[in-house]
């Protein structure tokens, strides 16, 4: 997917919303990468939907090593914070002292009240998760940058 055009990454996002197999998916490290690249170039709905078919596997989630990723992404490209807070956040609370307790999953609280510090996450992780998108309205008003021939 990292090598596909954005046209066919957004097709795999509409197939694979709110389907299980992304949940599947994020249990390696190649997984992890390709829907984090899905959750990226996912429209508003998909992203619903995937933020949907995660719903009473937040926790199971945030303690695995590398899923934990996918939710740290959906917490930083989902514009619907009220979403987010129901779907993830709710869940994360609803088992804190079992979230607090086990190293791989605290990240995914710290990550709501410092996202992407390196404090708190290594380096190499943080290298995993894809970077913020630029909304197609930001990359029109961006200056072009070209280089003048001598």
Same mark, same amino acid.
């Given at each position: 997917?990292?090598?596909?055009?954005?046209?066919?990454?957004?097709?795999?996002?509409?197939?694979?919303? /709110?389907? %299980? +197999? @992304?949940?599947?998916?994020?249990?390696?490290?190649?997984?992890?990468?390709?829907?984090?690249?899905?959750?990226?170039?996912? /429209?508003?709905?998909? &992203?619903?939907?995937?933020?949907?078919? @995660?719903? /009473?596997?937040?926790?199971?989630?945030? %303690?695995?090593?590398? /899923?934990?990723?996918?939710?740290?992404? @959906?917490?930083?490209?989902?514009?619907?914070?009220?979403?987010?807070?129901?779907?993830?956040?709710?869940?994360?609370?609803?088992?804190?002292?079992?979230?607090?307790?086990?190293?791989?999953?605290?990240? =995914?609280?710290?990550?709501?009240?410092?996202?992407?510090? #390196? &404090?708190? @996450?290594?380096?190499?992780?943080? +290298?995993?998760?894809? #970077?913020?998108?630029?909304?197609?309205?930001?990359? =029109?008003?961006? #200056?072009?940058?070209?280089?003048?021939?001598?």
């Amino acid at each position: 997917l990292k090598e596909a055009p954005v046209s066919m990454v957004k097709e795999a996002a509409e197939s694979l919303a /709110g389907d %299980q +197999a @992304l949940v599947r998916m994020m249990h390696t490290l190649e997984g992890v990468t390709a829907v984090n690249t899905i959750v990226t170039h996912a /429209g508003v709905k998909e &992203r619903k939907k995937i933020v949907k078919s @995660l719903k /009473g596997l937040v926790v199971k989630v945030a %303690q695995d090593e590398y /899923g934990k990723l996918v939710l740290l992404n @959906l917490m930083d490209v989902v514009d619907d914070t009220v979403l987010i807070r129901k779907a993830i956040v709710s869940e994360l609370q609803a088992d804190l002292f079992e979230v607090a307790s086990k190293k791989s999953a605290r990240s =995914a609280v710290l990550h709501l009240l410092a996202p992407r510090s #390196p &404090r708190y @996450l290594p380096p190499a992780l943080l +290298a995993l998760l894809a #970077p913020v998108p630029v909304s197609e309205a930001e990359a =029109a008003q961006a #200056p072009a940058t070209s280089a003048k021939a001598p």
